[in-house]
């Protein structure tokens, strides 16, 4: 299970196809670039266990670099494009990378980097500037034939930061062959069902964990991948017609986007190719799952893990539709769900959950953050810092991140649920609750909201807002007050960088996205 093999077996077969250019690379190409790649690090030096990292935007050379690292040993970390150059040096010194690779797309940042990283090797894809090597060149240098100690390399991601600092999750590497089976190859063909007649819509970008993982998988398979450059509602619908794709991913924002698409909009797309929808990365609220099942048909797949791989759960379509809401039972990892000190809670309690029996995982470089995720009386368990709890028949259903708990009065307060109700607003684009300093109670709830119409921001669409979420939720539960702002700092990967909004209220001005 690895593209070597579907080179051999179907060569002119599409591996990746760039939805906005149709630019493709087929499994031949995948596999000769892919080995000159290899090739190119061996003689610069790297061995297996040294690391690379790749600071690009979506593009067709992307996906191609990360199998030339992993046939050749070594760690790869994908690097976010929306950060500046002072974060991707902190990443690429606390990975290790003893080579960059960047696109043109990205030279303005890459400049800075110069200076920031002379003992680092820099590569630009699509381009050179001073101080870069083309990366095309070289490698275009290099033989097409494998390298003779190929062994399996991997991934090494990084935590989208939105809570905090990114944190560097390193595993051991296996020292087997680089077609090794692994445990997401399970989850892919006998979970999912993907196979080499999968055609893969990826509308995420490539350097979060599941985009990258995924897509590499679907090539382990010998299926196609079509990658899009940057999301958009209708040309995914659009995307999905054109190449009749039959799996695909996405987060929540993204159902949200293309079910506020307007009803005639959505009517034009043949969507029933689509068999199987996987999502994660965020709780779905219920109606727009339901909305989505109601569109779609019963073809959601949804799943709870992290970039950490200490548990993993799931939940199809009609046992989500008899327990809404659920993100599913557990395939890996038992689930423990505790108080805050640590004594385990009864069934239907919400509480800190923990994987206990899961994978193994620890933080580069910051044993504080690995102490901290770590169960204070069970150090075999470990938790993303997500609060939830368990129905009777095992299905686990998320609250929020502990992080983000407003504490009123004394009473804890999930902001999520209020989330939930006010993006079902037609009126709402985007939403983000929480707590901000009340001299009174220690904090009151508000929510920050992106209207669908900017002119429409004001005190009646204010009004309206919480009296609607108060029709729904308990009045402690919902905002106090409602400011407006034109766009949200989300994640490109769908992640609401709820910190940096929160900070804004508390003086913290300088937080950034890193």
């Known amino acids: 299970m690895h593209p070597a093999v579907h080179a051999l077996q179907t060569p002119d077969k599409r591996a990746v196809i760039m939805a906005s250019t149709d630019e493709t690379l087929t499994y031949l190409e995948l596999e000769e670039r892919s080995n000159q790649g ?22 067709i050379r992307f996906l191609e670099i990360c199998w030339a690292a992993q046939r050749g040993g070594l760690y790869y970390t994908c690097i976010s494009s929306r950060l500046t150059a002072g974060e991707v040096e902190y990443i690429v010194r606390d990975c290790g ?72 999750v390193r595993v051991p590497l296996s020292g087997l062959p680089i077609d090794a089976p692994s445990p997401l190859m399970l989850i892919v063909s006998g979970l999912f069902g993907l196979s080499e007649d999968t055609v893969y819509l990826s509308p ?52 949200v986007r293309m079910l506020k698409l307007p009803a005639e909009v959505r009517a034009q797309y043949d969507v029933a190719s689509m068999k199987v929808a996987i999502h994660a990365a965020a709780p779905c609220p219920i109606e727009v799952k339901r909305k989505m099942i109601e569109w779609w048909g019963p073809v959601l797949h949804e799943y709870y893990a992290g970039t950490e791989g200490n548990g ?16 599913g039972k557990s395939l890996l990892g038992e ?16 509480g800190v959950i923990y994987f ?50 407003i504490i009123s009065g004394g009473v804890n307060i999930y902001p999520q649920e209020a989330e939930n109700v006010l993006i079902a607003h037609p009126q709402v684009a985007d939403v983000a609750v929480i707590g901000v300093p009340n001299e009174d109670f220690g904090e009151e709830v508000k929510a920050v909201v992106q209207p669908a119409d900017w002119a429409e921001a004001g005190p009646d669409l204010a009004n309206d807002l919480i009296a609607y979420c108060r029709e729904r939720l ?31 209220y508390w003086g913290k001005r300088e937080s950034r996205i890193v």
């Open 38 to 59: 290899a090739q190119l690090f061996c003689a610069l030096g790297l061995r297996p266990g040294d690391a690379i990292a790749i600071f690009m935007e979506n593009n």
């Open 97 to 168: 990378a003893k080579l960059l690779i960047v696109s043109i797309g990205l030279a303005a940042v890459a400049g800075e980097l110069v200076s920031l990283l002379p003992d680092v090797r820099l590569f630009m894809v699509g381009g050179t500037r001073a101080d870069f090597a083309s990366y095309e060149e070289e490698a275009a240098a290099m033989p097409v034939t494998r390298l003779a100690d190929e062994t399996a390399g991997m991934d090494m991601l990084y935590s989208s930061g939105t809570t905090g600092r990114p944190k560097g």
């Open 204 to 255: 995420a970008p490539l350097y979060h964990a599941a985009p990258l993982r995924y897509c590499m998988a679907v090539h382990r398979i010998g299926g196609t991948v079509v990658v899009m450059e940057h999301f958009d509602a209708e040309q995914a619908l659009r995307l999905i017609e054109k190449h009749r794709a039959n799996a695909s991913q996405w987060v929540p924002t993204m159902f």
């Open 312 to 327: 993993f759960c799931y939940v199809n379509s009609a046992d989500w539709l008899a327990h809404p809401g659920t993100v």
């Open 335 to 350: 689930i423990h769900i505790c108080d805050d000190q640590g004594n385990e809670v009864p069934v239907g309690e919400e």
């Open 356 to 405: 206990g029996g899961g994978a193994e995982f620890r933080y580069h470089n910051d044993e504080k953050k690995t102490r901290e995720s770590r169960h204070p009386a069970h150090p075999d368990w470990s938790t993303l810092g997500d609060v939830g709890k368990l129905d009777a028949d095992g299905y686990l259903y998320l609250t929020d991140r502990k992080a983000f708990m």
């Open 474 to 504: 308990s009045p402690i539960k919902c905002p106090r007050s409602v400011d407006f702002e034109r766009e949200l700092p989300r994640h490109a990967t769908g992640k609401l960088y709820k910190r940096l909004i929160r900070d804004r």
